[in-house]
């Protein structure tokens, strides 16, 4: 999917909203575990809910592995089951040696060797350039590079001193040295909401994937006041909060209306713009 | 697997080599591909031949996944059929907020969800703290972080100048606060040779695995000479100089050649200690 699709699929429905499909067989309604892949029928019904309020679907690849085989298997039909129009984030956090990176590469970016055809992937920047190209090289497929991202842990690494910035802020640069705003975005959280302005700094013409609204805190004015640019500019991402929203019968009618918030919110900042 | 175990293992072996499985469908032996599962025929012949020269074996995540659930399947079965006095390691590069990080923990190390069981799994640092320590609370199982990787891309974050020192070493100072060398291991890899000395100043007890002799071309003996502690604390992997050293049926057969080539120059340095 390109630039262009994808900011006229943000005027259409006038949402930026990316729905994490977290799913975790512990948590979904107990009147589903009798169907023969309860993960995937749960994911049908929360696409079938959503899909005209949100732009994209990040599926957090951690949810289906940990179910091994059959877990890649609901996680190849929930792909398949998403409408071509929305984008598709693998939430990955892949990252290795170059031969390496492009196997994942093909994982997510290659159907006829994986079975999943994904737009994006989360990448993890530690091991620089040649842990990342390998996820540029396809057509109208994006890598997502880890900057700043919502979780306590950040203060660790990425708020390091170097010379004249911080780390995350070094990852923003030297990543523009590899590929430009068409294939390449950034992840920064949405806990981080003081860090927009310097963000869009370094990177003014970037799409943003934004995690952590809901249930890690995050304030979707706040990161919009510096965060949107003339294309939009921003994924923001909610999973549990959404997806989670009535634990009965009712789940996806509730993650409907979760979802119907944030995107009336979204619809009334794009207006300010 | 214990430290003692694994040390135990490397005396009765004289060997501190990690064969590393990149089984890769279109690098395998061409007589192979008629099997059903021609990746874990692969790997068991493999295992076979060389189980009694090196202490661990290192699926690459990426080149099982690349072929989705068919891949997890052949991992499985290929987890399952190595000796249960072997290391294994899941070389995985995970690494996510809190709640994620943990279901990835589940992934390697809960075999009642996902059907695998290793010992280890290797972790990226970027996200801090809370990424890390999910995969520090199961008895028996380690993290092995990466520090100071092998490849070319290292320079561009691993090698920043923070306040002091670099961020490879800032990794290995901080990570010491979430746990000590009994859960952690850290990834030092072989083409960083001139970096083992400072490594063994921050980390003198831990285990080093390290990558990158062979192909990669980092030198066996260069690494040894700083890098080897009282309890050995290296294990140093090779992969494809091993699993691909014949494409034709006697894979298995030159596999075993330059596994012993590794163990006798194992063994010399080892005596030497």
Redesign the interface.
């Known amino acids: 999917m390109t630039r262009e699709d994808l900011f006229e699929e943000i005027k259409k429905k006038r949402s930026f909203l990316c729905v994490g499909l ?1 799913t ?1 067989l512990d948590k979904i309604p107990a009147h589903l575990l009798k169907e023969e892949d309860p993960v995937f029928e749960f994911n049908k019904q929360i696409i079938d809910a959503t899909k005209d309020l949100c732009i994209a679907y990040k599926p ?1 690849l ?2 289906y ?9 609901s996680l ?1 039909k929930t792909l398949e089951y998403i409408p071509g129009n929305l984008f598709t984030i693998a ?1 990955a ?6 031969n ?2 492009l ?2 590469a ?2 997510f970016f ?1 159907p006829e ?4 055809d994904f737009d994006s992937v989360t990448v ?9 190209t390998p996820f540029l090289g396809f057509e109208g497929k994006w890598a997502i590079l ?1 900057a700043l ?10 708020y ?4 004249d910035d911080f ?1 995350y802020e ?2 923003i640069t ?1 990543s523009q040295e590899w590929a430009g705003p068409d294939r390449l975005m950034y992840v920064v959280g949405a806990t981080q909401a003081d860090a927009f302005a310097d963000v869009r700094k370094l990177a003014p013409d970037h799409f943003l994937l934004v ?1 952590g609204i809901g249930a ?1 805190g995050g304030n979707l004015k706040e990161i919009a006041k510096c965060g949107l640019n003339k294309q939009c500019g921003l994924i923001v991402n909610s999973s549990r909060g959404i997806i989670y929203a009535s634990s009965g019968e009712d789940f996806a009618e509730k993650a409907r209306l979760e979802a119907e918030k944030l995107q009336k919110e979204m619809q009334h900042l794009l207006e300010k713009m």
């Open positions: 977290d975790d957090n951690a949810f592995e940990c179910r091994g085989a059959a877990g890649w298997e190849r939430d956090k892949r990252g290795d040696i170059g390496t990176s196997m994942y093909q994982t290659n060797k994986s079975g999943l993890a920047p530690y091991m620089g350039v040649d842990s990342v880890l991202t919502s979780n306590e842990g950040n203060k660790d690494f990425q390091l001193e170097t010379e780390l070094k990852v030297i995690p890690q």
